[in-house]
Structures are given as structure tokens and as C-alpha cells.
């Protein structure tokens, strides 16, 4: 099994800053790409940043310029510098991989981590 374990959520005013670290643990046998989702109340759950290899990545368009997303392939760690966040950013922040368990016959599949809160105050 694949566990992602989420940290550096918290409570910021608007303009500040924050980076979420997402690490994968346990029985890997490769993970391909990483990313970060958010969910707000009320509303779905969004894709906020993905990384597929390198400098592939992807975001969100409100996130944009803003956000960056980073991964150290040697850690199995993603991270998401936030920076000019907006009370909108407000959500709970949820770091997911593609990846592939050890196990025989192990499927690649999506794992998440259970979330982090990020709130930003106006």
C-alpha cells in the first residue's frame, strides 16, 4: 500500500503564505505523477496543481502565478508554495499520487492523503 501524509495547512491572512508537504510512504514500487486537490464547503473537489515529470506541470487558472508545485523525486514528497493567497483559497487541500504498491499484480491507482486545512482570513 501507497500512504500520503499531508502537513503545512494553517490559518494565514490574505497575501500570505504558505507550502503544503505531501510524503508517500510504504510499499512503492513507482509513482508517476503528484498533485494537489482542494475542496471548499459546498463544492466539488478541484485539481489545484499537477506535476507529471520535470517541469510538466499544470494549474488551476486562479491558482496561477500564484502557486507553484514542486516535487523531490528522491523523497517521494510534493510540495505547493502558496503564495498571495485569497480568502477564495480557503479550502481543505488534499495531496494525490498515481502510483503503483509493490503487492503482485498491483494496479497503478490514485491514492489521497486525508487533507489539510488551509484558511485564509480577510
Known amino acids: 500500500q501507497v500512504q500520503l501524509m499531508e502537513s503545512g495547512g494553517g490559518l494565514v491572512q490574505a497575501g500570505g503564505s504558505l507550502r503544503l508537504s505531501c510524503a508517500a510512504s510504504?510499499?512503492?514500487?513507482?509513482?508517476?505523477?503528484m498533485a494537489w486537490y482542494r475542496q471548499a464547503p459546498g463544492k466539488q473537489r478541484e485539481l489545484v496543481a499537477r506535476?507529471?515529470?520535470?517541469?510538466?506541470?499544470n494549474y488551476l487558472d486562479s491558482v496561477k502565478g500564484r502557486f507553484t508545485i514542486s516535487r523531490d523525486y528522491a523523497k517521494d514528497t510534493v510540495y505547493l508554495q502558496m503564495n498571495s493567497l485569497k480568502p477564495e483559497d480557503t479550502a481543505v487541500y488534499y495531496c494525490?499520487?498515481?502510483?503503483?504498491?509493490?503487492?503482485?499484480?498491483?494496479?497503478?491507482?490514485?491514492?489521497w492523503g486525508q487533507g489539510t486545512q488551509v484558511t485564509v482570513s480577510s
Open positions: 494525490n499520487a498515481h502510483a503503483q504498491a509493490k503487492s503482485v499484480l498491483a494496479p497503478m491507482r490514485d491514492y
Open positions: 510504504g510499499s512503492i514500487r513507482r509513482i508517476n505523477d
Open positions: 506535476i507529471i515529470s520535470g517541469d510538466n506541470t
